[in-house]
C-alpha cells in the first residue's frame, strides 16, 4: 500500500518561502504512473489544488498560485518538494500530498498545518 508522509515547519514568517516536503513509500514517484500532488485546506475553506509533479518529472500549477509555486522531486528519496514564495497569512493550512489518479485524488497524507505569522 503507497503511503505519502508530509513534513516541514509548522511556522513560516510573512515574506518568507514554505518549504514541505513529501516521502513516499509502498511506490515510486517514477516508476508508478501517477501526478504526485500537494492540496491545501485554509481554516474554514474549501480544500484548493495547488499543483502536481508527473512520474516523468513534468509539472503543473493552479493559475492562482502559479506564480508564487515550485514542486520538485528528489527521485533518490523518494520525495517530492513543495515550494511557496512570498508567503501570507492567507497561506495558512492545512497542506496535503496526495496521489492524482485518473483525475481523481486517490491515497493522501494526513495532512500538516502550516501557520504563516511573525
Known amino acids: 500500500q503507497v503511503q505519502l508522509q508530509e513534513s516541514g515547519p509548522g511556522l513560516v514568517k510573512p515574506s518568507q518561502r514554505l518549504s514541505l516536503t513529501c516521502t513516499v513509500s509502498?511506490?515510486?514517484?517514477?516508476?508508478?504512473?501517477?501526478?504526485w500532488s500537494w492540496i491545501r485546506q485554509p481554516p474554514g475553506k474549501e480544500l484548493e489544488w495547488i499543483g502536481y509533479?508527473?512520474?516523468?518529472?513534468?509539472?503543473y500549477y493552479s493559475p492562482s498560485l502559479k506564480s508564487r509555486t515550485s514542486i520538485s522531486r528528489d527521485t533518490s528519496k523518494n520525495q517530492f518538494t513543495l515550494q511557496l514564495s512570498s508567503v501570507t497569512p492567507e497561506d495558512t493550512a492545512v497542506y496535503y500530498c496526495a496521489i492524482l489518479k485518473a483525475g481523481l485524488f486517490d491515497s493522501w497524507g494526513q495532512g500538516t498545518q502550516v501557520t504563516v505569522s511573525s
Open positions: 509502498g511506490g515510486s514517484i517514477t516508476t508508478d504512473y501517477y501526478s
Open positions: 509533479i508527473t512520474y516523468s518529472g513534468s509539472t
